[in-house]
């Protein structure tokens, strides 16, 4: 800073001529104006409103005019740094509602667009399924028990009557489980279906029983469009004392009025199973024709393929060798069971048509079923 005059001296002050002065101001009001953003705003500050800017230093020499110069100097360079930061003030708020209004729209939030967001799933329909035929027997007092899926042989088939010469039992059909020394002979098996935990359930319980049993069972097959090596089944069994097929037929067609509507009925056709005597398949009217298809081409019905009635599964009066097997005695109490394949069940009350799509988990195809179905 220059040390104060003695003396007016126009030269040394040069700085704080009026034009000068003028000069700074207009560059600093040219600036302030042709600033764009408030980034650009913010460096017109610096260079024209800061500690270093023209004006400023003038306003330091100042200091250096005589007496007699100063008020009139002090004026000249206080109006035009007035000018200058009111300019400043005012496009720092022009620039700033800019801005305001930019963001506005540029980050503006469509509700309605689609969203990214992973979503969380869906239950599986089979588990939704599973679940209203369990339901159904609850409603009736039936209790739903559950067996370990690893199974001995013994439960598995030899208390159900199935001999060791039977071909369900044969490596065709069964995934027999290796012993922990490595021979293959554990006596344990991948449970071939549910009825393992009929033979723990009459061994557990007191009489009468009445038990429904859900679950994953496993069979040698080759995962394609209808066949699968691990699938759910329902099996049931009620023994208690005076039971008749005609207690079976009558469960039977209450279980597909209350899945498939009223006006269902269940038939059924003699078949063997060595777990039940006398045995039968059990069919169920076809939901969707009601049997109308049949002898009727004008009417052709795809998910009974015309027939009119749609193969559920197997079902019979308990074999009485089963019953002595659990201690239970066939003179005084009899009892029927049944089962069938939820996976099926699924696939014609839904015209699923590929097994794939079930068993391989994709959202895209669970989705659709909702909660509930
Ligand atoms: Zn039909």
Request: hydrophobic residues 40%.
């Amino acid at each position: 800073m220059s040390a104060p005059n003695k003396s007016y001296d126009p030269v040394e002050v040069e700085a704080l001529q009026p034009q000068q002065i003028e000069q700074m101001r207009d560059e600093a009001l040219a600036a302030i104006a042709a600033a764009t953003d408030l980034d650009a705003l913010a460096h017109v500050k610096t260079a024209h409103a800061g500690g270093g800017s023209p004006l400023a230093l003038a306003n330091r020499e100042i200091g250096a005019l005589p007496p007699q110069a100063k008020a009139e100097a002090g004026k000249r360079v206080g109006q035009a740094r007035g000018a200058v930061n009111k300019a400043l003030a005012a496009r720092q708020g022009e620039l700033e509602a800019e801005r305001d209004a930019r963001v506005l729209v540029e980050e503006a939030v469509d509700v309605t667009l689609p969203y990214g967001r992973a979503t969380a799933g869906a239950r599986h329909p089979l588990a939704t399924l599973s679940d209203r035929i369990e339901d159904i027997f609850v409603a009736m007092g039936y209790e739903v028990a559950e067996g370990p899926e690893v199974e001995a042989e013994w439960f598995n088939f030899d208390a159900l009557n199935i001999s060791v010469d039977n071909p369900v039992r044969s490596e065709q059909d069964t995934f027999f489980v290796a012993a922990a020394d490595g021979s293959e002979d554990s006596g344990m098996v991948l449970r071939t279906h549910t009825s393992g935990v009929q033979i723990r359930s009459l061994l557990e319980r007191e009489l009468p029983v009445y038990v429904i049993a859900p679950g994953r069972v496993y069979r040698s097959d080759e995962l394609d469009a209808t066949h699968t090596p691990v699938f759910r089944q329902v099996e049931l069994l009620a023994v208690d004392e005076g039971l008749t097929m005609a207690d079976l037929k009558g469960t039977l067609d209450h279980m597909v009025v209350s899945l498939f509507g009223e006006g269902m009925t269940t038939r059924l056709r003699p078949n063997h199973f060595p777990f039940t005597e006398p045995s039968a398949e059990m069919d169920m009217l076809c939901y969707v024709c009601r049997g109308e298809s049949v002898g009727n081409p004008d009417r052709p019905c795809r998910t009974c393929s015309s027939e009119g009635w749609i193969e559920l599964g197997g079902c019979g009066i308990v074999n009485p060798k089963v019953l002595i097997a659990c201690g239970v005695d066939p003179q005084k109490y009899s009892g029927f069971a049944f089962g069938f394949g939820i996976e099926r069940m699924l696939m014609f009350r839904h015209n699923v048509e590929d097994m794939r799509d079930i068993v391989e988990g994709d959202v895209r195809f669970t989705l659709p079923f909702g909660m509930e179905i």
